[in-house]
Every structure is written in C-alpha cells, then in structure tokens.
C-alpha cells in the first residue's frame, strides 16, 4: 500500500510540550459522567502518572518518548477528523490495547480545547459533548481464540466501545464497515515496523488500490515490543491472559502457539512450560509462534 509523508511528529523526535491533563480531571471525580468520559479519565490519570515517572531504564525512557510522539499523532487525528469521523481496530492484542489507552486518554484534553472561551459574545455553537461509545471494528479470525474473544467482550464493556464484528478476510470486512458506517473516514490501527507490510509505513497513511477507501493512522509504529510491554505494565491495564502463557502475538487457533523463545528449559511439576509474554526482548522473536 502507498504511504503519505506524516505532519504528526517525526519518530526519534520528542515534541517540546509535555501533555498535561484536562481542567477538572486531576482529582479524579467522574460523578455524572458518562461511561466513555469516565473510561477516558482514568485512562488519561495512567498515561500521567507513567510520563511522570523517573526513567530508570532505557525502556521506561524510550517507551515515554514513544508515547509523547503516539499522542501527538491523535491530538493531531482527532483535530482533523474528530470522534465522529474516527474508528478504532480492535481485536484484543496488545499492540491495539496500548492505542486503545493512549485514544482514551488524549479524549480529555480534546474535549477540553472545544470548550466554549468565557468570552461572554454569545454564540449559537453549542459546545461538543462526550460521544457514549467509541467507534470501533474487530475483523474476527476464523478461529478465534475464547479467551480473546472473551478478553474483547470485557474491553466492550470497561471502555464503552462501539464494537462492530465483522468475519475475515480484511478487505470485505472492512469494505461492509464502511457501507454500515459512511461517516467513518479514517481508522486507528495498532501496527508496528516489525508487522508484516508495516516496513514503510508512516503515522497517515491512505488505503491505495482496490482497497476501501480510508485514512490509516498508526501511532504505535515505531514502538519496539519491550515497550509495549512497558505501557501494560506500568499503566497496569489488564490484558489478554494468553500473552501470560508464552503467547507473544495472538492471531487464531489453527495458526498460534506459545512462542518458543520463551520455552522454560526444565519446568518442574505444574509449573507453567512457557514464561509471559512481557519477558521476550527481541522484536524479530515476536511471531515465532506464528504460522503465517
């Protein structure tokens, strides 16, 4: 697919603006909210609190310098699009989990920016209010893990997402997306530079050839695995359980299988034969489980 030249900030740079929470969310209090504002909120508190951290290791550091440059490529989506015209793919993993994270908590502070100026003009735009849900699409694999299904109902319902399924393959499932929802003009997607086609791909990217036709926005591209890892971990968001079973990239049952880099070389008893997920550091080790 062809790429665009991306506005948002060049990976390796750091913009020179700290993002700050909202007004009215440092204390917490969601009372009225609705359920996507309140999901939003706690989210924007985590993202804090893991900026505000002293980088201790290199990856602490690299993975705060990847999330200021992932949120400043959806300050700058949601500006020129907004929720209305957004949408999310989301299959439970965990590249797509930490995009989920990071759209939630730049929601606050882009809800804060459209609020009426105490200019006492009056004016007949009304001010923008919280969406209930957050457009989202899971392309679903043939054979589907339970546990990632079971772990996409349970993101449904703590992030209020609007989750359309629709069965694989991509292209016709995207294509009966878009004709259910004609507004939705660009999609968030959770890729990475080590993903199969993610060699060149930059932050906004337009779907080429006889694809349906929509913008691509890729925060997350440039993030190594050992980051990810680090935003789960240190944001504690809960996650999928097979990544705790040697499992390192989740695609369905007939093509999956725990990640044998992470083998133990002598379990012992009920002990588990694989170690999680989040010990692996090797990006090109990531898909050893992976048939395809």
Not at 11 to 18: C, K, L, R, V
Not at 82 to 99: A, I, Q, R, T
Not at 111 to 138: E, I, W
Request: with cysteine; proline share 9%; aromatic share 8%.
């Amino acid at each position: 697919m062809a790429t665009t030249t991306t506005t948002a900030a060049l990976a390796g740079t750091e913009p020179a603006q700290q993002h700050k929470p909202a007004s009215g969310t440092e204390n917490g209090d969601t009372t009225g909210d609705s359920t996507l504002r309140a999901a939003a909120l706690d989210c924007e508190r985590r993202v804090q609190a893991l900026l505000a951290r002293e980088p201790n290791s290199k990856i602490l550091a690299g993975t705060q310098r990847q999330v200021r440059i992932a949120m400043g490529v959806i300050d700058e989506a949601l500006e020129k699009y907004g929720p209305e015209e957004l949408s999310l793919s989301y299959n439970g993993g965990k590249d797509c989990l930490v995009l989920l994270i990071l759209l939630l908590a730049a929601l606050p502070r882009h809800f804060a920016k459209k609020r009426p100026s105490t200019d006492p003009t009056p004016t007949t735009t009304p001010p923008p209010t919280y969406p209930s849900t957050l457009q989202s699409v899971y392309i679903v694999s043939p054979h589907p893990f339970a546990e990632v299904d079971a772990f996409v109902d349970t993101s449904v319902t703590r992030y209020a997402l609007d989750l359309a399924r629709f069965p694989s393959p991509m292209k016709p499932a995207l294509e009966s997306y878009l004709a259910a929802r004609p507004a939705v003009r660009a999609v968030f997607v959770g890729t990475r530079r080590t993903d199969p086609h993610g060699e060149r791909l930059t932050h906004f990217d337009m779907t080429d050839g006889d694809w349906p036709r929509f913008m691509r926005i890729h925060p997350v591209i440039d993030w190594h695995y050992a980051e990810i890892w680090a935003f789960i971990r240190e944001t504690g968001v809960e996650y999928c359980p097979l990544y705790d079973q040697g499992y390192t990239s989740l695609g369905g049952t007939t093509d999956t299988l725990p990640n044998p880099a992470l083998r133990k070389e002598d379990p012992s008893g009920d002990e588990a034969p694989h170690r999680p997920a989040y010990e692996l550091m090797d990006d090109y080790e990531e898909r050893l489980g992976r048939d395809r």
